[in-house]
């Protein structure tokens, strides 16, 4: 029996393993992570993320080829593949900071692999890295290895939160990178016969270690392009006319662009997209290219303009002031069907609107008041490191409330603002709202998902990204 170790047990560790779990049933797949409470919650009813269909995958083989557990020395000892996919935050300290990856989680984890190997390991990159680091894991492993043969692959995870079990059921690809030696070749085949129990062959992409890196950088830096560029656009459309849907629809019918990923917004969040682009313009800076730096870099300054051009709408159509009204927003995830937080486009914009004194209601169907709290008065980029390494503690922000309910959100306040997309926003009733709150009402849709005309018709003044006023 082929054993499997992965270490980290967050967004991407826990689903994926619990996929490759279900799909070999002849492997045995232990997760293990560094907190307590995760692995806990990872053994329990209330797993510690809400992703669509990942109960079900949990709950068929946990107990059976899938485990949670903190003993990481033990497992890492008895496994053949050792997966690694903790968090590689972007650095908020010293040489790199706010740009380059903090590789501290990855470097320890290494460190424990080389310390603990008793018998001859494949290590595979599923974090997203630097290109390069392999090298550097290899370095580390190499230095400590006791005579123990290690063979690193790059296997970066591709999948989106909300659709990952869809996602890892059903990947467009499956990219192994792996060094083109006979061992490099031979870990790169046991790799692929891993995923071979569910993914056709011809979906499974062999590369040299850099390419597979660098490709996954690359992919992301691709999405985040493509939104950077519709919602550009979409400033130009509120300036002339133009309805950015139309525009968007027309675009994506060229086959060589495609309908995907073109949805005007409040601007992209997640935790990904910006600490992975910081990372390629860090990486391009480092390699002497300024201009490739600078062309990336764009696409993160268009996304910052676009969340503070959000934020100005609001308050210059409020007659310039927010001062003591109350704001209610809908929506606090970085996008529908998770309760993930990090890098929310909402975290922005309720800054920017505190920072104008308003009063701040939040309804999310999936976040807690706690997280709420915590990621507001978090500063930039120390969202994803652990709690003893931030030099500040959080406080609550006292002109935050939240609530369970939309309608309680938008009780008596003086404009709404959606800033997540999730399907539920499309069918609240938008009369009730209109009646109980104060007037003139406003409703700014950062995700596009009302229908201007009808709330027009209500009474209510609509401002759409990207749409005509
Ligand atoms: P996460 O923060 O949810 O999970 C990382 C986990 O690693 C945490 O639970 C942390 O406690 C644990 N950890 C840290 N150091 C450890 C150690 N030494 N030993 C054991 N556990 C340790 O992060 P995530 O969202 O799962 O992302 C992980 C990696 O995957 C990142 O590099 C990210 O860029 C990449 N990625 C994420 C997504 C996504 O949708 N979230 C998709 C593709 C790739
Ligand atoms: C993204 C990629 O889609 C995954 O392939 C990748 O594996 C992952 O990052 C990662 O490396 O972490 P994710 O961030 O989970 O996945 O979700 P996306 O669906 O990509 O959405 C990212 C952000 O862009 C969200 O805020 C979303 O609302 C926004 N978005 C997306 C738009 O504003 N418009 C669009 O058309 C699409």
């Known amino acids: 029996m082929v054993k499997i170790c992965c270490l980290g047990a967050g967004y991407v560790g826990g689903p994926t393993m619990a996929v490759i779990a279900l799909k070999c049933p002849s492997v045995e797949v232990v997760v293990v992570d560094i907190s307590v409470a995760r692995i ?202 133009a309805d950015v849907a139309e525009v968007a629809y027309s675009v994506g019918k060229d086959t060589r662009i495609g309908p995907k990923f073109l949805s005007a917004s409040v601007g992209f969040g997640g935790s990904c997209f910006q600490k992975d682009i910081l990372s390629l313009v860090y990486i391009c800076e480092c390699n002497g290219l300024p201009e490739v730096a600078s062309y990336w870099k764009d696409v993160i300054k268009v996304n910052d303009y676009q969340k503070s051009r959000f934020v100005n709408r609001v308050v210059s159509s409020m007659f310039n002031t927010v001062s003591e009204k109350k704001i209610a927003v809908l929506g606090f995830a970085f996008k529908k069907d998770t309760g993930d937080t990090r890098e929310t486009p909402a975290i922005d914009v309720c800054k920017g609107l505190l920072g104008d004194k308003a009063k701040i209601s939040i309804y999310d169907p999936q976040v807690s008041e706690e997280q709420i709290q915590r990621d507001l008065a978090l500063k930039k980029f120390d969202w994803d490191h652990p709690v003893h390494l931030q030099p500040t503690s959080p406080t609550a922000v006292k002109q935050v409330t939240v609530t369970w309910d939309a309608y309680e959100a938008t009780k008596g306040a003086h404009g709404v603002c959606i800033l997540t997309e999730w399907d539920e926003f499309r069918k609240l009733d938008y009369v009730k709202i209109y009646e109980n709150m104060q007037k003139p009402a406003f409703i700014f849709d950062g995700r596009n998902v009302i229908d201007p005309q009808k709330l027009r018709k209500i009474g209510f003044i609509v401002f759409s990204i990207g749409k005509p006023l």
């Open 40 to 241: 806990a919650a990872w053994n329990s009813d209330q797993l510690p993320i809400y992703e669509p269909g990942l109960d079900d995958v949990v709950k068929k083989c946990r107990g059976r080829n899938l485990f949670f557990s903190t003993e990481i020395e033990k497992h890492i000892g008895q496994a053949d593949i050792v997966f690694v996919s903790v968090n590689t935050p972007t650095k908020t300290r010293g040489l790199g900071a706010g740009m380059a990856a903090d590789l501290t989680y990855w470097e320890s984890a290494a460190r424990m692999i080389a310390d603990v190997a008793k018998s001859d390991k494949i290590v595979v990159e599923k974090s997203t890295v630097p290109v390069k680091t392999a090298e550097a894991i290899e370095k580390i492993l190499i230095h400590n290895s006791k005579g123990i043969n290690f063979q690193i692959l790059s296997n970066p995870e591709f999948l989106a939160e909300g659709t990952a079990i869809q996602d890892l059921f059903n990947p467009d690809r499956v990219l192994i990178g792996g060094r083109e030696t006979p061992e490099g070749k031979k870990a790169v085949q046991a790799l692929k016969q891993v995923y071979a129990n569910w993914v056709p062959e011809d979906r499974i992409i062999t590369t040299n270690l850099w390419s597979a890196e660098l490709s996954k950088l690359a992919a992301n830096a691709f999405l985040a392009q493509r939104i950077s560029s519709v919602n550009a656009i979409s400033a130009l459309c509120e300036a002339t006319g």
